[in-house]
Structures are given as C-alpha cells and as structure tokens.
C-alpha cells in the first residue's frame, strides 16, 4: 500500500511544481482574495447616511472620512479593530455637494466638490484652508476635475476632463506633468495611483483601463475591453502590489486586475443585504487589509477584510 | 504596334485554348462521374424539369443565373434531401459564397448583414429574374424593400439628391464596402467630391468662403434629400442657418479659420448663458458635458435630422455610453415604456440635476428644477411621485411605500418602486429584481421563506 502511495505522490508534487512553474505566486494570491464583510457603517449624526459617494481611509490616522452627499457633509470616523466608532460631522459652506474624498500623510482633508467642481483642501480637524489652485498649469481654462487622488509623495494627480489630461500637482498645488488622455477613448470616469507612481485611467463606456508609468509621457491601454466581465467601471484603486479594484457601478461587483492587466476574478453581486452592492461609488484600500465602498444607492459604507 | 498585337494576341488565343481544353476535361470527368453514378442524361438539371415545369416560364427570364442556364440544379441542390430548406445542398452563404467568395470584401470596413450573413435572395432571385444582377426588383426598389423609412423619405422631400433617386448603388455599395462606412464606395468628402466643384466660386460663397474642402459634408447635409434648402439637415442651428459661421469659428481669413472660439460648454455659452448657467448650479451635472467636446457630444452644432440637434436618436445617443443599460432593456422580459420609445429624457436630465441618476423631479415647473417653494425631495419620495406621473396605483391600492416605510433589508433605504423593480429592465416578469414572485417577496418577509 505504501507504495503505490509514493508514485502518486511523486506525481501530486510534480503537478504542483508545474502549477508553480506556469502560474505565477501572485495569480494564486489573487484567485484566494475573498471579501469579508465586517459591519457597514449607517449611521451617523442626524439621520443615517444619504447617497454616500466617496469614502477615504488613512491607516497612519485610524480614520475613515465618508463624503455623504446627500446630506452635503463630510464624517469622520475612527477606524480600528475592524470596526468604525466615534462621529465627526464636517459641514461646510464651501463644500456644498461633496464627491470623492483623500487624506493626505499629514492627516489633511480633500474633497471634490460636485457643485463647484473644485477640489477643497480641509485642515485635519475639517476646517476649510482654502480650494487646491494648480499655479503654472498650462491651459488653466479648460481645467474641470472628475476625480482625483494623493499619490505616494502626497502629491495631487486630477483626472481633468475638460483638459483630456490627468495633471500632476505638488502638495502645495505647484503643477507639476501632465499626461494626455489616450486618443479615441469614451470617457474617462476615475483614475488610481499605485506605490510606484503608475497611473492608472479607467473609460466607463468602453470599459477599458489605461496605464502610464511613473514620468511616462502617454497612458498604454492595460486591459482590452472588459466589457464581458463589467457593466460600467466607475471607480477604480490599486493595492501595493498593483492588483487593481474596478467598481462595476451598474453591476453592482467589484472586478480584480492583475498588474498585467489580466482579468482575475469578480467578487461581491448586485443587492441590498449587507455585502452586496447597489450602484458604488468611490473605493479604497487601507493597505492594512480592508476595502471600504461608498455603496452609494444602498446609503451606508461598506468595509470588507481581505482575506486570502 | 503591329507586333505589340500579334505578341499580345497568340498568348490569348494559347490561354483561350488550354482553358477550353481544361473546360473540355472538367466536363469529361463530369461526365464520366455521371456514368459511375448511373446518371440519366440530363440528371443535372434537365430532368428536374419533368416535374418541375413551370420553371421552363421562369428560364424565358431576362437574366437568367449561369447554373441555372447550364441546367446544373445540382450545382445548389440535392436532389435526394438535404438539412437545409429548398433542398439545398448547404447553407445560402455556403452555397453563393462557392461562386462568390469576394462578393463581401475581406477587408471590408462596412458589411451589409443581409449580404454578410448570407440571405442572398432577400434581394436577388437564384433563378433568373427580368432585372439585372438577377435582383428581385429593379433600382432603388429593392433596397426599399427594407428600407421604408428612406422610401417615404426620399419620395417626399422637398429638395432632392438626384443620385440617390438614380440609384442607391450610385454611392452605396450593396454588399460590403473596404473604402468607408454605411457601405459608401468611397470616404467622405471625396465621394461628394466627386460631382462636386469644391472650389467652384457658388460652392464657396454657399461656405463664405471657409476651407471646408477636408470637412465631413454630411455632418450638415443629408445626402438623402432634405426639406430645408441646400439639402440641409431639416433642423439647422440659427447661426448656420444665417451663415453667421463666425459666431463660433474663427474668421474665414484666419489662419486657422475652422478654429471653435472656446472650448466644449464654454463656446455654447456664448449664446446659451442662461441655460449653461442653471446647468451648472446643480449639484450632479452630466459629466460628458463639461469634457473637452462638452454639448457636442451630444449635439451636432451645425444641423440634425434630430429635434434639439441631437446627434442621433436619444436611445441611440445614450446607448453610445450606456450600452449596458440600453442592453438591458432591450432583453428585458417587460419593457419600459418611455425607453421602448426612446424618451429617457421622461426620466433623467441630460444636463444635470440635484439628485442621482440625473433624476427629473416630477411636477415641478422646470422638470429637474424643484418650482418655487418646493424643497428637495427625499429619494423614496422623489422616485414614488416620478413613477406615479405615469403609473397611478397610488390612487387605489399599493404595496407601503414612501419615506416612512423602511426597508427591513437595510435601514438606510425606504421603500419605493425600485426597491422590486430594475426600470431599465431585468430578465424576469414586470421588471422584477427576482423571480418567481415568491423570491422577490421574501426577501423582505423572510418570515415567510420556505
């Protein structure tokens, strides 16, 4: 018996170490990520949320800072142990209809404002210090942000749609580069920043990701059209390792690319139950483990564990 | 010259004789296939018409189709049976493709799907017909067979393109064309190019005298005929129409005179401040509009056979980025009215809107704006009153719904029409979220799951 047992192992081992050869260790990593929902944050001061549609989360600050749109304030939370405690309301006049929403290294508070079209800079404690202004920009006129993102130096990257750029800025609003959009692309509905730099633009009606490395001049299509895996990607993130999270905003489901920008799997379905989404918005990675989703229709913000 | 003949016409005559020969074989080889087989004289065809006799009035057609003229009816049919209708001895792509493999071309930038997807005889008869290319009617009348709109269209416009009233084919090629889209036989401008003087003093002074020798023609003129002079899309936008080009290009003496004055919403807001203005004061504005084309993604600044200048019809023009959802809609099992008739502007603002989904607000005076004195609705409330504008099951008898009836599957929401119905469709009954009924029903009476 024990040794018919020896050849079949033998041949276990060598199945596994061409499975090795063939599949790339990340690939794994990628196919086990599974989503655990923890407890979605509802409520808040003064009524539960209301077409929430940016969430950001600092691990270096413990916070969640939740953009509820439809009550036109920010929140702020403490976030440890896997739960969200404590409520800072944040309400301000200049921010009449706040989107999407970043900290920066320094604890600092952005927001883009919907209304105005104008990304907001707010001091750690949410007082408003003033509108991010690009100085030195070439064609200031034709600016108008959709979306943005702090990148690793806490620098400003804005996906201008009016421009058909994505404008890198300095903290302090200093222009620094700008990459043009891809020709013949549909439109362009958010962008991410990985830890390298690269950047990375998603086109909600073609479905297709573009990528610009770090000081490249021009995006390169990273994926061909998902459109057989996703609906309409609206929000887009990217982890340490450049696994990128697509928003299936009309899907409700988040998709998983890989750095190569191969397809590695959908996660979460349409609905209303707590881990479901119905029609996201913004997402983010604390880089401690957990995923955060504006799920917009559904009011409240959903936090999932990663668990491989 | 003399010799450049003879040395031209012996190869001919060598070529004509070798493939007369080979004919001469092919037909032996044939014949001697027909022996082993048994064959009656004729096998192939003429004995066919033993029984089928009233096709010997068919073949008195004009033109009349080379196999059948051969009298090789086995050249399409199986004369014992076959999988395919008619007898046939494959498919009718199969079949004509044997014949006319390029009929489609292999690069082909447009197709023709009835050419393309083999239903050769929606327009040409297999047999023999009295018009040429063995089609079933002559001229433009074919084509019409399924084109009805343009029928209609080209008997009654005012003022006509007199090629397409010669033929279709004058500039559509009817099979698939390498050269352009809409099966065109050449690109455009050069197909308008070609019977009209670009440069012509008339043509010029029509333009005043803007280089527009590069420029698309049929993004104002429909070369189908038109009500509006100059073959003008019917709806023309006012300063075009008065020629005042440069209200929003550059003078023609400019050294870039086709230059727009502005960039995307801000060269319309020139003239439409007012509505720019209310556009922009809303809180969700139709991100499209303010990116680089800003309204000319979905306007055509010039001329449109659309109302409003649309570039297409609205279901079209919103299926351009929300394709899934159009999708959705068109495999629903129930459809929505208002999307069935391309009205999504029953619905939503395509400009902007104080509410997600550039949701109108019903009743109000301006459709999105709420009238005055009339706050911002509640989500629950503002989808109830919007669905109720058309449907008034409110007015008898309703499932609880509204602003204070909570959601028991997550407290945040109210229940409301969409919390069991999808509006642009799902693939079960009455645009239902699930199906059978049960299942959409317990997902909030989980008491009552089995």
Same mark, same amino acid.
């Given at each position: 018996?024990k040794?018919?047992?020896?050849?079949?192992?033998?041949?276990?081992?060598?199945?596994f170490?061409?499975?090795?050869?063939?599949?790339?260790?990340?690939?794994?990593?990628?196919?086990?990520i599974?989503?655990?929902?923890?407890?979605?944050?509802?409520a808040?001061?003064?009524?539960?949320?209301?077409?929430?549609?940016?969430?950001?989360?600092?691990? #270096?600050?413990?916070?969640?800072?939740?953009? $509820?749109a439809?009550?036109?304030?920010?929140?702020?939370y403490?976030?440890?142990?896997?739960?969200?405690?404590?409520?800072?309301?944040?309400?301000?006049?200049?921010?009449?209809?706040? %989107?999407k929403?970043?900290?920066?290294s320094?604890?600092?508070?952005?927001?883009?404002?919907?209304?105005?079209?104008?990304?907001?800079?707010?001091?750690?404690?949410g007082?408003?210090?003033?509108?991010v202004?690009?100085?030195?920009?070439?064609?200031?006129?034709?600016?108008v942000?959709?979306?943005?993102r702090?990148?690793?130096?806490?620098?400003?990257?804005?996906? $201008?749609?009016m421009?058909?750029?994505?404008?890198?800025?300095?903290?302090?609003?200093?222009?620094?580069?700008q990459?043009?959009?891809?020709?013949?692309?549909?439109?362009?509905?958010?962008?991410?920043?990985?830890?390298?730099?690269?950047?990375?633009?998603?086109?909600?009606?073609?479905?297709?990701?573009?990528?610009?490395?770090?000081?490249?001049a021009?995006?390169?299509?990273?994926?061909g059209?998902?459109?057989?895996?996703?609906?309409?990607?609206?929000?887009?993130?990217?982890?340490?390792?450049?696994?990128?999270?697509?928003?299936?905003?009309?899907?409700?489901?988040?998709?998983?690319?890989?750095?190569?920008?191969?397809?590695?799997?959908?996660?979460l379905?349409?609905?209303?139950?707590k881990?479901?989404?119905?029609?996201?918005?913004?997402?983010?990675l604390d880089?401690?483990?957990? %995923?955060?989703?504006?799920?917009?229709?559904?009011?409240?913000?959903?936090?999932?564990?990663?668990?491989? | 010259?003399?010799?450049?003949?003879?040395?031209?016409?012996?190869?001919?005559?060598?070529?004509?004789?070798?493939?007369?020969?080979?004919?001469?074989?092919?037909?032996? !080889?044939?014949?001697?296939?027909?022996?082993?087989?048994?064959?009656?004289?004729?096998?192939?065809?003429?004995?066919?018409?033993?029984?089928?006799?009233?096709?010997?009035?068919k073949?008195?057609? !004009?033109?009349?189709?080379?196999?059948?003229k051969?009298?090789d009816?086995?050249?399409?049919?199986?004369?014992?049976a076959?999988?395919?209708?008619?007898?046939?001895?494959?498919?009718t792509?199969?079949?004509?493709?044997?014949?006319?493999?390029?009929?489609?071309?292999?690069?082909a930038?447009?197709?023709?799907?009835?050419?393309?997807e083999?239903?050769?005889?929606?327009?040409?008869?297999?047999?023999?017909?009295?018009?040429?290319?063995?089609?079933?009617?002559?001229?433009?009348?074919?084509?019409?067979?399924?084109?009805?709109?343009?029928?209609k269209?080209?008997?009654?416009? #005012?003022?006509?393109?007199?090629?397409?009233?010669?033929?279709?084919?004058?500039?559509?090629?009817?099979?698939?064309?390498?050269?352009?889209?809409?099966? %065109?036989?050449?690109?455009?401008?050069?197909?308008c190019?070609?019977?009209h003087?670009i440069d012509?003093?008339e043509?010029?002074?029509?333009h005043?005298?803007?280089?527009v020798?590069?420029?698309?023609?049929?993004?104002?003129?429909?070369?189908?005929?038109?009500?509006t002079a100059?073959?003008?899309?019917?709806?023309?936008?006012?300063?075009m129409?008065?020629?005042?080009?440069?209200?929003c290009?550059?003078?023609?003496?400019?050294?870039?005179?086709?230059?727009?004055?502005?960039?995307?919403?801000?060269?319309?807001?020139?003239?439409?401040?007012? #509505?720019?203005? $209310?556009?922009?004061?809303?809180?969700?504005?139709?991100?499209?509009?303010?990116?680089?084309?800003?309204?000319?993604?979905?306007?055509?600044?010039?001329?449109?056979?659309?109302?409003?200048?649309?570039?297409?019809?609205?279901?079209?023009?919103c299926?351009?980025?929300?394709?899934?959802?159009i999708?959705?809609?068109a495999?629903?099992?129930?459809?929505?009215?208002?999307?069935?008739?391309?009205?999504?502007?029953?619905?939503?603002?395509?400009?902007?809107?104080?509410?997600?989904?550039?949701?109108?607000?019903?009743?109000?005076?301006?459709?999105?704006?709420?009238?005055?004195?009339?706050?911002?609705?509640?989500?629950?409330?503002?989808?109830?009153?919007?669905?109720?504008?058309?449907?008034?099951?409110?007015?008898?008898?309703t499932?609880?719904?509204?602003?204070?009836?909570?959601?028991?599957?997550?407290?945040n929401?109210?229940?409301?029409?969409?919390?069991?119905?999808?509006?642009?469709?799902?693939?079960?009954?009455?645009?239902?979220h699930?199906?059978?009924?049960?299942?959409?029903?317990?997902?909030?009476?989980?008491e009552?799951?089995?």
């Amino acid at each position: 018996m024990k040794g018919k047992l020896k050849p079949a192992r033998a041949f276990l081992t060598l199945v596994f170490l061409t499975l090795l050869v063939f599949f790339p260790g990340r690939s794994f990593a990628l196919m086990r990520i599974k989503l655990q929902p923890l407890t979605p944050v509802y409520a808040a001061h003064n009524g539960g949320l209301l077409a929430p549609e940016g969430v950001a989360v600092s691990a #270096k600050f413990h916070e969640i800072v939740i953009s $509820d749109a439809g009550h036109a304030r920010l929140l702020k939370y403490t976030f440890a142990d896997d739960k969200a405690t404590g409520c800072t309301e944040i309400k301000l006049p200049q921010v009449p209809y706040p %989107l999407k929403v970043q900290v920066n290294s320094k604890g600092e508070i952005f927001v883009l404002d919907g209304r105005q079209r104008k990304i907001a800079r707010l001091a750690p404690a949410g007082t408003f210090e003033g509108y991010v202004e690009p100085a030195g920009m070439p064609d200031p006129d034709n600016f108008v942000p959709k979306s943005f993102r702090i990148g690793p130096n806490d620098d400003i990257y804005v996906l $201008d749609i009016m421009g058909a750029r994505v404008v890198v800025l300095g903290p302090d609003g200093k222009f620094i580069r700008q990459i043009p959009f891809p020709d013949g692309t549909g439109f362009m509905t958010d962008l991410a920043v990985d830890e390298s730099g690269r950047i990375i633009v998603s086109d909600g009606p073609k479905a297709v990701l573009y990528a610009a490395q770090a000081n490249a001049a021009s995006f390169t299509p990273l994926t061909g059209s998902l459109h057989e895996y996703i609906d309409f990607p609206a929000n887009i993130t990217t982890d340490s390792n450049g696994i990128v999270y697509v928003s299936d905003q009309n899907g409700g489901s988040i998709i998983l690319i890989g750095k190569d920008g191969s397809f590695q799997g959908r996660r979460l379905g349409l609905g209303w139950n707590k881990g479901l989404l119905y029609f996201p918005g913004q997402i983010c990675l604390d880089g401690d483990g957990h %995923l955060l989703i504006a799920d917009r229709e559904n009011n409240r913000i959903q936090i999932f564990k990663i668990v491989e | 010259m003399r010799f450049f003949t003879r040395s031209l016409f012996v190869p001919l005559i060598m070529a004509l004789c070798l493939a007369g020969l080979g004919a001469v074989g092919l037909i032996r !080889a044939a014949r001697a296939d027909d022996a082993s087989y048994l064959l009656k004289p004729g096998a192939r065809g003429k004995v066919c018409l033993t029984c089928h006799d009233d096709f010997a009035a068919k073949l008195k057609d !004009a033109y009349v189709h080379t196999p059948v003229k051969d009298g090789d009816c086995t050249g399409c049919h199986s004369p014992h049976a076959s999988s395919h209708g008619k007898l046939l001895s494959a498919s009718t792509r199969g079949i004509c493709f044997t014949c006319h493999p390029d009929i489609v071309p292999q690069n082909a930038v447009s197709t023709h799907p009835v050419a393309a997807e083999g239903h050769c005889v929606k327009c040409h008869d297999p047999h023999a017909s009295n018009n040429p290319f063995h089609l079933l009617k002559s001229g433009n009348e074919v084509c019409f067979q399924c084109h009805k709109n343009m029928e209609k269209r080209v008997s009654t416009v #005012k003022f006509k393109h007199w090629p397409v009233e010669k033929g279709c084919t004058n500039c559509h090629s009817p099979h698939g064309s390498a050269a352009s889209d809409y099966l %065109l036989v050449k690109k455009v401008p050069d197909l308008c190019l070609g019977c009209h003087k670009i440069d012509s003093p008339e043509i010029a002074k029509q333009h005043n005298n803007y280089p527009v020798q590069n420029a698309r023609c049929t993004t104002c003129h429909n070369p189908h005929g038109s009500n509006t002079a100059g073959i003008l899309y019917d709806n023309v936008h006012p300063p075009m129409a008065a020629r005042m080009c440069d209200q929003c290009h550059e003078g023609n003496a400019s050294p870039t005179p086709l230059k727009v004055k502005a960039q995307g919403y801000k060269l319309c807001a020139k003239c439409h401040a007012d #509505k720019i203005k $209310d556009i922009l004061a809303k809180n969700r504005v139709h991100w499209p509009l303010l990116s680089k084309k800003g309204c000319l993604n979905c306007h055509s600044p010039h001329a449109s056979v659309q109302k409003d200048l649309l570039r297409a019809p609205m279901i079209e023009l919103c299926g351009k980025c929300h394709s899934d959802t159009i999708a959705r809609q068109a495999r629903s099992k129930t459809k929505h009215k208002p999307i069935e008739e391309g009205k999504c502007t029953a619905c939503h603002d395509p400009h902007s809107s104080n509410y997600v989904f550039l949701i109108n607000q019903p009743a109000a005076g301006n459709a999105n704006q709420p009238a005055a004195g009339k706050k911002v609705l509640d989500q629950a409330t503002l989808i109830v009153d919007l669905c109720g504008s058309c449907h008034n099951y409110q007015m008898h008898s309703t499932h609880p719904v509204g602003a204070k009836v909570v959601d028991p599957r997550n407290k945040n929401l109210r229940v409301q029409c969409l919390s069991c119905h999808r509006v642009h469709g799902t693939d079960n009954k009455d645009m239902l979220h699930f199906w059978p009924i049960t299942d959409m029903c317990t997902q909030c009476h989980t008491e009552y799951k089995r």
